[in-house]
């Protein structure tokens, strides 16, 4: 069997762009990632220093604890709605990174497969039954590959169902002790 230069190129290259590609979402996770704490940071200052003033200005301490009661709740949903941002980065990064990695993993199995294809009509006589073999391995490793990646997203999405529970259980938790 012989693999040509230009084979072992386009093999090359497609890794290089495969890891650059998976380089490049992280960093675009992690950009997203810095601008949402930097906004949330500048965001809890302003609240911060505004809840101070409020609290000042408080008569007496029946006062004080109203305002902090009062506080509390967009505090909270504040806290919700950041989870949910950072969780919709991850969980965008992580789709986007599960695509790449099952392209790869199918352009690798088409050149494993051309590869055998290869071999087997340059083998000796009576290797048939060994590249049968290899084949079937190969089919064993797909299906157990796919189950695998179908278990993955039916557990992504029963988090996804969870999560969105708890942000609804939590925005609405406060509003429930208020009234």
């Given at each position: ?49 505004e809840h101070v003033k409020t ?93 695998l990646t179908r278990v993955a ?27």
């Amino acid at each position: 069997m012989y693999v040509s230069p230009d084979k072992i190129a386009a093999s090359s290259k497609s890794g290089v762009e495969a890891i650059l590609g998976f380089a490049q979402t992280q960093f675009e996770a992690l950009e997203k990632i810095a601008q949402l704490n930097i906004e949330s940071a500048k965001e809890a200052m302003v609240d911060g220093a505004e809840h101070v003033k409020t609290l000042l200005d408080a008569k007496d301490p029946q006062d004080l604890m109203k305002l902090n009661a009062a506080y509390a709740q967009p505090s909270l949903a504040k806290a919700v709605s950041y989870s949910k941002s950072v969780y919709d980065v991850a969980t965008s990064t992580q789709a986007h990174v599960t695509k790449m990695i099952e392209s790869q993993a199918a352009e690798m199995n088409r050149t494993m497969v051309s590869m055998l294809d290869t071999i087997a009509k340059n083998s000796p006589a009576g290797g048939e039954a060994a590249m049968g073999a290899v084949k079937t391995a190969m089919a064993a490793m797909n299906t157990a590959y796919d189950s695998l990646t179908r278990v993955a997203k039916q557990a992504a999405e029963v988090v996804d169902v969870n999560f969105a529970n708890a942000a609804t259980a939590a925005k609405k938790a406060p509003a429930k002790k208020a009234s």
